[in-house]
C-alpha cells in the first residue's frame, strides 16, 4: 500500500500533467520522508555538489559560489555542463529602501541523496528562507527552489533581486578540440523573462529565470575571473504576515544549440516536480539494492549513502559516451584506474548499467587512441586523452572485465572484451619488460617522480591478469592460451614472494630496481621527511643508503623506502604466502592514523595513532602527507583474505569516522577533508570487503551458481545483506549469532541457480538445516550445503 506522502504527489502530479502552468509545489514537502543529513557548522564555507549525470552544481554549503578548484584554477565550481561551463554561480540580495540583504550565510545546509538544501535565519528581519535544488535526471538543468517566509505581523515589501554570473568556457584540455573561450552576450527575453547567454564564438548557451516576470532586468560584465556577464532579475515581493511565497528558478544550458537550452529550460519550470518525485524514486530504488542491516548503524548509514554518492559521479556527454567520474570537483572526467577499482564495487551493488556503459567507454577510446590494447589513465569530457595510460592499469583492465563476467555471466560481454585483454597483455610484456624478467617497467599507483622501475603493484596486477584472462580463454575455449597464460600467472606469483620479499622489513618492497635508481629516490625522501618532520624516517633512510653504499649491487634488487600502502596489494589480490602476509599486515599497522591508511608510509609520525584533526593540506594541492580510502580499503580487503574480519571492520571504522565529517552524507578522498568531496573508488572500499568477503557472496553467474562462504566480525551478531543482483537472480542473506548458535540463510528469486553456503568445520559442532533442502558435503576444513530451493537456511552450534 501506497503512504499518504505518496498518494498526494500522485494526484499532485496528475493536476500538473494537465496543464502547461508551473506547479509550485514546496519541494520539501515531497523531500520530508526521505534520508537527510544535516551539514556542521564548522564545514559550512566548505564545498557540496548538486548532482545529475548531464549537469551537476558545486558551491559552498553557506550558499555561496566562491572561486575553487586547481585543475582550471578557481573555475572547477559553478555550474557544469560538461564539456563546457554554464555559470560560476548565482546570488540574491533582499532589498529594503534602507537596508540590502545578500543571501551569503546559510545557517544550515542539508544534504539529501539527490538535493540540497540551504537554510538563512533571518530573524532579526523577520524573514525565514530555504533555498532547495536538485538536477532533474537526464537534464541539462538545475531547478532551484526559494521559499521566503514572513515571521512578523506586518505586511512586508521588499525587492528580490536574483544575479546570474554566467562564465561560458570549455573544459579543461578544450583547446585540444578547438574550444576557444570568447565573451559571453546577453539577451533578456520578454516573453518568458529569461536571460540566454551565449559565447560569442561558441553554440553555448545558458539560460536561467523563473515563472514570475521581473520588475527590472540588467546586466553587467561579470566581475569574476574569466569573460562572463552577470544577469540580474528583480522581483517586486509582498508577503502578509506569516505567508510564505514560492520561486522557482530554472538554470539550463546547451553547448549545442539555443533552442536545447531554452526546451530544457521550459520542460524544467513546467514539470519540476514530476522531475523531483521521479528522481526520488530512483533513489529509493538505489537504496533497497544490497541493502545492508548491521548493528554499526553509522557504517550502515555510511554504505548507504555511499550507493547515492556512486550515481553522483554518473557523467553522460552523448557525443562522447557515458560513465563513471573520479571525484568531484576537480575528476569529473574518466579515469581507467579509478573505474578499474570503482566498478566492481558498483557491479556487487547493483548498478549494472554504468558498469557496462564505463567498461563500453574506456574500451573503445582506448582502442581508438592507443590501438594495442593498452588502457587509459585521464581522458576529459571533450574526448582528449591526456594520459595514454599507468602501466597498472592495462592488467588492471583484465581482471575487472573477469570480475564482472562473474556476475553477469554474460559470454557475450566476455567474447566482447577479450580481444582488448589479450593485446593489452601483450603489449605489457613486449614493450614494457626491457630485460625480460616478466616484471613490466613504468609507473603504477604511486605517482611519484622516479617510482618507474619495477613497481610492485604493478607485479601483482600483472600476475593477477594473467590468471584471470586464463580463466577468460577456458571459458572462451582457447585452451593453448589458457595454458600459457596460467603458467605464467603461477610464475609469477612465485617470483614476487620470492623477490620483492623483504625479510628485514617484514614487508614487500616498493619497487625493484638498480642501487643507481634507489639512491636517488632515498635523496628525494630524506628531503620530503625533512620538510614533513618526520625524524624517524629520515633516520631509516639514512640507515638504508648506507645499507645500499656499503653492500653494493650491480643487479637489480628490492628496496624498501617509501613504505607505500601498494606494498599491501600482495595481500590484497590473495597471491602472498600466508606466513609473509601476517608479517606484512602486522608491519602495515605502522603506517596508519584514526582515519586509515598513509598513501606514503614515511609521511606518518610518532602521533598518528592520536592524531584525529582536519588534514592540513598544502596551499597548493597535494597528497603529500594524505591518508586515503582506497589504501584503507585494501587494506581491508587483504585483511580478509587471510581470515582476519575483525582487523578488516577495523578498517572500514577508520574510513567511516570520516563519513559526514566535512560533506554531510559523503567520504573525502583525502581523510577526513581534503581532495575531492566524493570519490569514487570508496565503493570499492567498503562493498568488497562487506559483500565479497564479510558475506562471502562469490557469484559464477556463468554456471548459474552462487556461493556464500561467511566470515563475518566477532562483534556483529545480526546482519542481512538483502537484494544483491546476480545476473537475473536476486539473493539475501541473513546471519544471527545467539550465545553458541549461528544461523546462515539465504534466499534466492530464481529456483534454476544453486546455492552453495560454506560454514567452517567446528570441533563437536552440530550442523542443522532447518529449511529447504540441501547436499551436505565434508571436507577437512568446511561443511559445503548445495541447494536448489528458494530459501535454505543452517543452524550451526558450538561448545
Partial sequence: MKNPTTIILLIVLLMNSCTSNPVNYDFSEIVKDSPFIKGKNDYLNSPYVTAGDRLYMVGHQNGTFPDLGWHIEGEMGGVWDHPIKLMDGFEVSLIWDDLTLMLDSATSFVNYPFANKHIYDLSKNNLKIERFQFVPDGKEGVLIQYKVKNLSEKTQNFDFLFRGDSDLRPVWLGEETGMIDSEDKAEFLNNSGTWLIKDNQNPWYVAFGTNIQPSEYSFIKSNRPGLGISGNLTYEISLQPDETKIINFTIAGSYNSKEQALATYDSIQNKGVNYLVSKKQRYSRLAEQSKLTIPDKELQNAFEWLKYNCDWLIRDVPEIGRGITAGIPDYPWWFGVDSEYALQGYMAIGQRDIVYNTIHLLDSVSNRVNGNGRILHEMSTNGTVFNKGNINETPQFATLIWQIYLWNGDIQFLKKYFPTVKNGLNWLMTENDDNKNLFPDGFGMMEIHGLDSEMIDVAVYTQSAFADAANMAIVLKEDSLALEYGKLAHTLKDRINLEFWSEEFNSYADFIGTD????????????????????????????????????????????????????????????????????????????????????????????????????????????????????????????????????????????????????????????????????????????????????????????????????????????????????????????????????????????????????????????????????????????????????????????
Fill in 516 to 799: 643507481k635508481q634507489a639512491l636517488h629516490l632515498i635523496n628525494d625522501a630524506i628531503i620530503r621527511a625533512d620538510t614533513l618532520n618526520k625524524p624517524w624516517a629520515i633516520e631509516e633512510l639514512k640507515e638504508t643508503k648506507k645499507s645500499i653504499l656499503e653492500n653494493p649491487s650491480r643487479t637489480l634488487r628490492p628496496f624498501v623506502l617509501h613504505h607505500n600502502w601498494v606494498v599491501n596489494t600482495p595481500m590484497e589480490m590473495k597471491i602472498a604466502e600466508k606466513e609473509k602476509a601476517l608479517k606484512a599486515l602486522q608491519t602495515s599497522e605502522n603506517f596508519v592514523n584514526p582515519f586509515g591508511v598513509f598513501v606514503t608510509g614515511i609521511d606518518r609520525d610518532a602521533s598518528a595513532g592520536s592524531d584525529d584533526g582536519s588534514f592540513k593540506g598544502s596551499k597548493v594541492f597535494s597528497y603529500t602527507g594524505a591518508v586515503m580510502t582506497l589504501p584503507t580499503g585494501v587494506q581491508a580487503i587483504a585483511e580478509n583474505n587471510y581470515g582476519r574480519p575483525d582487523k578488516a571492520l577495523n578498517y572500514l571504522k577508520r574510513m567511516t569516522r570520516t563519513f559526514s565529517y566535512a560533506l554531510p552524507g559523503s567520504i573525502y578522498e583525502v581523510s577526513p577533508d581534503y581532495g575531492m568531496i566524493t570519490q569514487a573508488w570508496n565503493i570499492y572500499s567498503f562493498a568488497i570487503p562487506i559483500i565479497h568477503q564479510f558475506f562471502g557472496i562469490q557469484p559464477v553467474a556463468s554456471e548459474k551458481k552462487i556461493q556464500i562462504m561467511i566470515q563475518m566480525p566477532e562483534e556483529w551478531n545480526s546482519a542481512s545483506l538483502e537484494n544483491v543482483m546476480v545476473a537475473e537472480n536476486i539473493i539475501s542473506v541473513f546471519y544471527e549469532k545467539i550465545d553458541n548458535k549461528i544461523s546462515v540463510k539465504a534466499v534466492q528469486s530464481e529456483t534454476d541457480w544453486t546455492l552453495e553456503v560454506v560454514l567452517p568445520k567446528i570441533e563437536n559442532g552440530n550442523y542443522e538445516i532447518v529449511k529447504g533442502k540441501a547436499e551436505m558435503i565434508i571436507d577437512e576444513n568446511k561443511i559445503f550445503y548445495k541447494s536448489n530451493d528458494p530459501i535454505i537456511e543452517i543452524t550451526t552450534t558450538f561448545k
